[in-house]
């Protein structure tokens, strides 16, 4: 089976939580859980192989000419992730079910946290840069929707806010990494690059992709200096907070370091950047989470100090370091999914979080206290818990690490302050929520949650017990295949998960960090007095504030430029273009070529001269508008000629044809405007207009001649050339737009689509007054629908459209296609409505012109698609030759099919801007009912 089931199985399960949410909680979850549990079976089923050491590579050809490849690999690496993933998640959906109120819109939740789930497999999945930064982009904005999920809430609003923003500035950072490493290699490979790791790091330019990378991963993953927006995520809903950060969201950018480790690491840049940010990230997140009084927030700072934990591991140039940091991500993956949903459980019990109020909850929720304790302790690095072998593997490689040379003896010294701090905050953890006297003034009397509320944190504590009692059996292959990969030129180094190693120094390390939390946990209150006479500031506050001087310096720059006044923008427009590229032009010999002009005959110098008129016609004459209209039609006629004339019949076809439309456009708009046009320009901004003009005009015709006047190299050879052979057609231009270039074509028709949906929605009830006269004040005639216009454009509405059938069937070989096709019906179309009018109209025609355009987008869509059925990359055409009765031996192309999507979003599009605006002229006027 394809690994790319698993992504698409979960794109399905985002939409399955709504379409079931009618049918009730249950059902809704128990629905959800279908495509993660399809997902993780798929992932099982190809376990055995990565076991035995095989990597599963699965690829999509999509556009290899910029190395962008869907690819996906499953190895060791990827397999420990998608099951933390996967697993996890499975664990979260189910409690959420308990968690979330009858009142909330369950089907959302789910729906968000899928998306998010999805965007997670993408990433460890990914086998190309460029398909991982997608995904990674999509995990940001994905959280964004979980942790924003109460809306109504400000903190949710906020943190939402600045957890998309921290994370989306790191993400840029990262895709300049990304593309200067694409770059270096010549590839987005994984796994080329991963065998080009001596390539990066010999290159000149590898500090600096270094840096790029680490910015992506410590923003994620919530490293010094920018870990102060994962507190603030807390906002979320707790079983957001359990799975963000304790197998997802914060582990992306600790996949990312474990990913391109075997790439970037190995140098002394690397291990001192990344040491240093975890060795800094550790300390800060233990001490900051023993003055927290918010569960979450103890949970928060914890999982801050846990992380820069694992990124210093990464860090420490020793061989089982990175093994270590992988058997810690798994640990902590475990033990604070289930201290998070146990904080979710107190609070819906109790209705706080806060410490203070919280306590003797023993009494009242044993069993919820049992399961709490058992992950606390784990968390704390107890022995016979899974935190604690993970933990004194930390230790012990903090003894053998050399990387800040003489002064690296700080390093274990501060480990163990560390582990000090981590054991105070879980004792505290438990002592001050469970025992330590009685419950006062709880919104609500504490007890017991639902059985099945409890059954995920009951299975990942017994889970840190069995790693903790019996890590080789249970932990054991899985670390071991995961760490291989991040030795891909060598041999794994030994290493043991044995409980007992003898007494060493890292075991005294544990034990210095047991026995000092303690001491400090019952001694605290001096050092509680001491930080209370700090002020603690609010992260949240001070990125807020920062937002609005942001967005008000935006405003003070916006309204320095912006005084509504459209001369005035295209004037700094036409400023900047003559600063820019008239200095390198003044030298006019040095513009002028070799090649000789061509010579011009008199036709060509009459139409030169019924183009300039035209253009000065309408300047002259702009306060007449119909007549300035006709004259700047006139300029649209010259051209199309012009293209004719230099053999480019498609594009005269099309200018023509967009000359008919953009006259509609104009007409209807200009009905709009104000009768009375103002007062002319005073003459010394007539002047300065006039010698903007004249300077930008020298500028365009003096790089035109630069351009004539020289030889130049063109690729239309390969398009004449391969044009019949590749693209099945005779038509260059046309096998162009729906072959060679049918993405562009795509992206372009998906475009003009949303501006079409884009300006029907503005037009929807738009409040404009209809002119009732014209600017002499005489009466629009009340004959609306001329008999002689109303006979023609029924007589020629076949006929155009005939000749629209011909014009799109002959495009693959002769001038035509879907574009020019599509404008000529629409043109037949409109020209009903102006004859008919839009009650005569509407019931005739019957088309809901949104439908069209999205019919339009989803065959073009399809058509390349569909090429991935045969093995071929995206948008890859066919063609054959067919004896077809009474026709004949006749061409068949699949681009034609990509052609009619192309038709029918032009025609969608065309007909929403021009009828709907028509609307506007007439009692009949748009609304959100109508298409």
Same mark, same amino acid.
């Given at each position: ?10 794109? @399905? ?71 933390? @993933? ?18 909330? /819109? ?41 942790? +924003? ?116 690491? +190995? ?86 979080r806060d410490m203070r109020e919280l306590s003797g909850l023993w009494r009242f929720m044993p069993y919820t206290a049992t399961l ?12 016979? %818990? ?22 690296s003896w700080m390093v274990p010294l501060l480990a163990t302050v560390g582990g000090v701090l981590s054991v105070a905050y879980s ?28 059954? /995920? ?60 939390g303690a001491v400090l946990y019952i001694n605290r209150h001096p050092l509680y007095r001491f930080q209370f006479q700090f002020n ?223 300006? %029907? ?171």
């Amino acid at each position: 089976m394809s690994l790319f089931w698993i992504p698409i199985l979960l794109l @399905i399960g985002t939409l399955v939580p709504k379409a079931t949410e009618k049918l009730g909680r249950n059902v809704c979850t128990a629905m959800t859980m279908l495509a993660p549990a399809a997902s993780l079976a798929i992932i099982a089923s190809f376990a055995p192989a990565i076991f035995a050491g095989d990597v599963i590579t699965d690829y999509i050809e999509w556009i290899p000419a910029i190395g962008l490849t869907l690819s996906m690999r499953l190895n060791g690496l990827a397999l420990l992730f998608a099951f933390l @993933i996967l697993g996890i998640g499975l664990l979260v959906i189910f409690y959420a079910r308990y968690y979330l109120s009858a009142k909330e /819109p369950v089907g959302r939740f789910y729906g968000f946290l899928i998306l998010f789930m999805t965007a997670m497999l993408s990433i460890v999945l990914a086998n190309n840069l460029l398909q991982f930064w997608m995904a990674w982009e999509i995990t940001s904005i994905s959280s964004f929707l979980l942790i +924003g999920f109460w809306s109504h809430k400000s903190a949710s609003r906020k943190g939402a806010r600045m957890a998309l923003t921290v994370t989306g500035a790191g993400g840029l950072a990262l895709l300049a990494g990304f593309l200067l490493i694409g770059d270096i290699v010549g590839t987005y490979d994984i796994g080329v690059i991963v065998d080009s790791a001596n390539t990066i790091r010999d290159h000149n330019l590898y500090p600096v992709v270094l840096v790029l990378v680490l910015i992506g991963a410590f923003t994620k993953s919530a490293q010094f200096p920018f870990h102060f927006w994962l507190p603030h995520a807390m906002a979320a809903p707790t079983p957001v907070s359990a799975y963000l950060h304790s197998a997802t969201m914060v582990k992306a950018g600790i996949f990312l370091l474990a990913l391109l480790y075997p790439v970037l690491a +190995g140098t002394e840049l690397w291990f001192l950047l990344v040491s240093l940010a975890g060795l800094m990230t550790f300390l800060l997140g233990a001490y900051v989470a023993m003055f927290k009084h918010d569960l979450k927030g103890v949970l928060a700072y914890s999982t801050i100090s846990h992380l820069g934990l694992i990124t210093l591991l990464l860090g420490l140039n020793t061989e089982l370091a990175a093994v270590a940091a992988l058997f810690h991500i798994m640990n902590h993956a475990v033990f604070k999914a289930s201290l998070f949903m146990a904080a979710g459980i107190i609070d819906h019990e109790t209705g706080t979080r806060d410490m203070r109020e919280l306590s003797g909850l023993w009494r009242f929720m044993p069993y919820t206290a049992t399961l709490t304790m058992v992950s606390a302790l784990s968390m704390a690095g107890i022995p016979l %818990f899974n935190g604690f072998l993970s933990k004194e593997m930390f230790f012990a490689e903090t003894l053998e690490q050399a990387v800040f040379g003489s002064l690296s003896w700080m390093v274990p010294l501060l480990a163990t302050v560390g582990g000090v701090l981590s054991v105070a905050y879980s004792l505290r953890f438990i002592k001050d929520v469970f025992f330590k006297g009685e419950p006062e003034a709880l919104p609500k009397t504490p007890k017991e949650p639902p059985v099945f509320m409890m059954l /995920p944190i009951a299975l990942l504590a017994v889970l840190c017990i069995l790693v903790g009692v019996f890590p080789g059996f249970m932990a054991g292959d899985l670390l071991a295949i995961s760490a291989s990969t991040l030795f891909p030129a060598s041999s794994l180094p030994y290493y043991s998960l044995s409980i007992w190693h003898g007494l060493n120094i890292p075991l005294l390390m544990s034990v210095i960090a047991i026995v000092g939390g303690a001491v400090l946990y019952i001694n605290r209150h001096p050092l509680y007095r001491f930080q209370f006479q700090f002020n603690d500031p609010d992260a949240k506050q001070i990125f807020e504030q920062a937002m609005q001087k942001l967005v008000k310096y935006a405003q003070r720059m916006h309204n320095s430029l912006d005084n509504e006044s459209l001369q005035r923008y295209i004037g700094l427009l036409f400023l900047l273009v003559i600063v820019m590229t008239a200095p390198p032009l003044i030298m006019l010999k040095s513009a002028a070529g070799s090649s000789p002009l061509q010579s011009v005959n008199g036709i060509e110098i009459t139409l030169a001269v019924i183009l300039c008129i035209g253009a000065i016609a309408t300047a002259i004459l702009h306060k007449q508008r119909m007549t300035a209209l006709i004259a700047i039609s006139v300029v649209g006629l010259v051209v199309s000629i012009t293209f004719a004339r230099f053999s480019a019949p498609d594009l005269a076809l099309t200018q023509l044809a967009v000359e008919i439309v953009t006259v509609i456009l104009l007409m209807l708009a200009l009905f709009f405007l104000p009768q009375k046009t103002s007062a002319d320009s005073a003459p010394k901004r007539v002047v300065r207009d006039l010698s903007i003009a004249a300077v930008i005009g020298g500028i365009v015709a003096t790089i035109n001649y630069a351009i004539i006047t020289r030889p130049f190299e063109t690729i239309s050879d390969f398009f004449v050339e391969n044009s019949k052979t590749g693209g099945g057609g005779t038509n260059v231009v046309n096998v162009i737009l729906v072959d060679f270039r049918g993405f562009d074509t795509m992206g372009e028709i998906t475009v003009l689509g949303i501006a079409a949906l884009g300006i %029907f929605k503005l037009l929807t009830r738009i409040p404009l007054a209809m002119p009732s006269a014209d600017d002499k004040g005489i009466p629009w005639t009340k004959d609306i629908h001329p008999p002689i216009l109303v006979m023609i454009s029924q007589s020629l509405l076949p006929l155009a459209l005939l000749v629209s059938a011909y014009i799109f069937v002959r495009g693959h070989n002769m001038p035509g296609g879907g574009f020019i096709a599509g404008l000529v019906t629409s043109v037949a179309l409109i020209q009903q409505y102006i004859a008919h009018g839009v009650k005569w109209v509407t019931p005739r025609i019957p088309v809901n012109y949104q439908s069209v355009i999205a019919w339009g987008v989803l065959l073009a869509v399809l058509t390349g698609v569909g090429s991935w059925a045969f093995g071929k990359p995206f948008l890859t055409s066919w063609f054959d030759y067919f004896d077809i009765p009474f026709i004949g031996k006749t061409e068949l192309a699949s681009a034609l099919v990509f052609d009619l999507g192309v038709y029918l979003t032009v025609v969608g599009a065309t007909l929403l801007i021009l009828a709907n605006l028509g609307k506007l002229t007439t009692e009949h006027r748009p609304t959100m009912e109508e298409n």
